[in-house]
Structure formats: C-alpha cells, structure tokens
C-alpha cells in the first residue's frame, strides 16, 4: 500500500538527496517537501501524511517542536546530522532515526520497521482499522512533549487524564507531564467508548479499569490500572452504569 510522505528539512541538498534515495521504493510517494517547522505543520495539516522525514535542528524551532504542535502524529523517521540528539530521538520512540548522509541500507532497514508497524495497525483485509481522521483511535500516536522531554503515546497506552488549570496531565506508564490541552477539547477528540469523562477534572481509560466500587451520594470509586482512584460524580454514575450494562 503506497505510503504518502513529506521531507521537512532547511537544507535543500538534504532535502534533494532523500528524495533521490527514495526513488529506489516505489511504495513511498513524496507528496511535498517543507524548510521548516511553519512551512511543515501547514502541509502535514493540510495532506495528512503517512509518514514525515524530519530534520531535528532547524531554525527557528526543532522537528521535536514540530511534533508538539501536531494534534495527531504520523509516522516519523528523523534525519539529522547531529548525533547528540540520537538518544533524544529514540526517547520519543520514533519509527527510526537515520545519520547524515543517509546510507541507502538504513534507509530500507527503516522503511522496513514501517511495514511491520502498518501490519500491526490494519485488519486483516490492509485497510486502516480507524478510518476517521476527526476522532482519535486506540492506535493513533500522541506527542507530548513537557520541558526537554519528548514522547510518542499510543491512545491506548494512557490510562488518564487530568485537568490541571488550562493544562491536562497525562498518565502512561510511570510517566505525568504536563500539555496545553483542556479537558474539554481532549473530550471532542476521543473516543467515548474507550475514554470516559469521570467527573470535571479527569477522563479515564475504560480498559484501565481495575475495580468499580459505590461511593457517596450514588456516585462511583473507580480503580485505574497503576492505582489512582477517580470518583465517578453522580450524574456520570448513571451514564457509566448505563454503558456498562449488558
């Protein structure tokens, strides 16, 4: 299945040589190119590519920038000369993270590891299991990035949100940081038979659910995955009842 791509790169020739590089695999179309962050989110936005090449050190603003500002993430290969930011790279778990000047075996080696990642993300018949670019899927990546620190998030990995002023905090694994979301805006973009709005300041991951137990006033305790107890308000109790019920 053809696979649409976008180079965001400030260097023309780098930008010219990866395309050259990427004749040679005629399931990667490139659709457009970019020379910066500006430039680069206004074509991703626009064309919903499959995947982006990215250069890390721009100017201006970084390709981890780029990423933060993205409501939903394609796959991302980074290309970069600056092999300080390797680790940053893989921190964010992104798909690779290719040297200048890109050897041609690396190249293949990491559009190799973006056929595995579509066999995991399609049903069987190849076609996209979320077919619904409005609404968040289970397996759509998130990036968050909180201070120096960047990752890439399946929906599915995040168990709960909180609000926190005009901030939500994000919870996956043994990590909390910090994006400029509001609840609410987070609430139009998930999906309401996986994430569930407990009360004002938290949406929770339905299949994290470890126990449901009654609270005060006809509300709900509920036990997430990890441990946090969210309380489920009264008029929420009865919607929740309602979905949980055969």
């Not at 940053?88 to 990491?110: G, H, M, Q, S, T």
């Not at 994290?208 to 509300?219: D, L």
């Not at 997430?224 to 107890?229: C, S």
Request: hydrophobic share 40%; charged share 35%.
């Amino acid at each position: 299945m053809n696979k649409k791509a976008i180079i965001i790169d400030d260097e023309r020739l780098a930008r010219n040589e990866l395309k050259k590089l990427l004749s040679d695999f005629p399931d990667i179309e490139v659709i457009d190119e970019a020379s910066n962050v500006d430039e680069g989110l206004q074509k991703i936005e626009a064309l919903n590519p499959d995947l982006i090449f990215l250069d890390i050190q721009m100017p201006g603003k970084t390709g981890f920038d780029l990423l933060s500002e993205l409501e939903r993430t394609p796959e991302v290969i980074f290309t970069t000369a600056y092999d300080e930011y390797a680790l940053r790279a893989f921190e964010v778990n992104a798909l690779d993270y290719l040297l200048k000047p890109i050897e041609p075996k690396r190249l293949a080696d990491a559009l190799h590891k973006l056929d595995e990642e579509e066999k995991e993300h399609t049903g069987g018949d190849g076609e996209p299991i979320h077919v619904n670019r409005s609404m968040l899927g289970e397996n759509d990546q998130v990036f968050v990035k909180d201070g120096e620190r960047c990752w890439f998030v399946k929906l599915s990995d995040i168990r709960l949100f909180e609000s926190v002023g005009n901030y939500a905090k994000v919870y996956f694994g043994p990590n909390k940081p910090l994006i400029l979301k509001s609840l609410n805006a987070l609430e139009e973009r998930l999906d309401e038979k996986m994430f569930f709005r407990a009360n004002r300041k938290h949406i929770v991951n339905l299949r994290m659910i470890e126990k449901v137990e009654p609270y005060f006033n006809g509300g709900l305790l509920l036990e997430i995955h990890g441990g946090d107890k969210i309380e489920v308000s009264r008029r929420q109790a009865v919607k929740f009842k309602e979905m949980m019920s055969l």
